[in-house]
């Protein structure tokens, strides 16, 4: 399957194109990822802490 070029030829290698909406959906899903993501960071990190601090190694966090 291909999409049509403005003069009406068949582009077969034409990406498709996807409006707003599609868009703001896709962005949304990969922010909910990457919010996940640092959330297990974080709350790993958390978690650790006294354990690093029961070493003696001192936790930097940014």
Known sequence: ???KNADGSLNAHAQKTIDT???LVLTNSILDTLRQKLFRFEHLNTLLQPIR???GV???CA
């Open 21 to 23: 909406q599609e868009a």
């Open 1 to 3: 399957m291909g999409y």
């Open 58 to 60: 001192m936790a930097v």
């Open 53 to 55: 601090l029961q070493r």
